[in-house]
């Protein structure tokens, strides 16, 4: 168990509406990242939120958003769902870095499924 | 052409057989590099880490890394059943940037 949940573990939707998947970083991270695992693009780093902020940007499409609370948990809104959104979605978390450190811990993932 | 390339198997091999799995890479500011492990419909768990060029050991895994040829490889010794899973390898580049890139991953098996 890495310390990062997420919920809910798996989501079916139709395409054109909109979810919201959540994250808690494990106790102390200030850092919460997203990524998306597709079979066809393996893992792709979304976005990075440190402490509230938004720190960093991937591959993330305009209809997808994040944010992070003060409490340091994190929300991933995906809107006007399309089919090719259907993938696993995971949250990671990290210190920030001292001496040039980086790793992140993977929570166990979102499952969503667009029909 | 991707910025890291790992070939995506599947690889099967016997128990206790020596396993090597590889990433290139382009980009020359990656020196941060990683293995992650990810059993089937689970989180990537972290499994070796490495900054800039070299070895590391930790019990039957070892990582190396090749910044000259951009090459790094994750060795597994005595494999086990249990280490059947998808291994990724991920890079970051600068101290402070935390964005990883990964490989596709290796679908690993290994057969009693």
């Known amino acids: 168990d890495s310390g990062v949940t997420q919920t809910p573990k798996h989501l079916i939707t139709a395409t054109g509406q909109r979810v919201t998947l959540r994250c808690s970083p494990r106790s102390g991270d200030l850092s919460v990242y997203w990524y998306q695992q597709s079979l066809d693009q393996g893992l792709q780093f979304l976005i990075q939120?440190?402490?509230?902020?938004?720190?960093a940007k991937g591959n993330i499409l305009e209809r997808f958003s994040a944010q992070q609370f003060p409490d340091l948990h994190s929300e991933l809104n995906l809107s006007s769902l399309e089919l090719g959104d259907s993938a696993l979605y995971f949250c990671a978390s990290s210190v920030e870095p001292r001496g040039g450190e980086e790793t992140q811990y993977f929570g166990p993932g979102t499952r969503l499924l667009v029909l | 052409q991707k910025e890291v390339e790992q070939d995506p198997g599947p690889l099967s091999v016997p128990e206790g057989a020596i396993v090597s799995l590889n990433c290139t890479y382009s980009n020359s500011a990656f020196q941060y590099f990683m293995w992650y492990r990810q059993y089937s419909r689970k989180g990537p768990e972290l499994l070796m880490y490495t900054y800039s060029s070299g070895n590391k050991e930790d019990g039957r895994f070892t990582a190396q890394v090749d910044k000259s040829s951009k090459y790094i490889s994750l060795f597994i010794r005595d494999s086990q059943p249990s280490d059947s899973a998808t291994y990724l390898c991920?890079?970051?580049?600068?101290?402070?940037?935390?964005?990883?890139?990964f490989g596709q991953g290796t679908r690993l098996t290994i057969n009693p």
């Open positions: 939120y440190y402490n509230g902020e938004e720190r």
């Open positions: 991920a890079m970051s580049a600068l101290k402070g940037a935390q964005k990883l890139v």
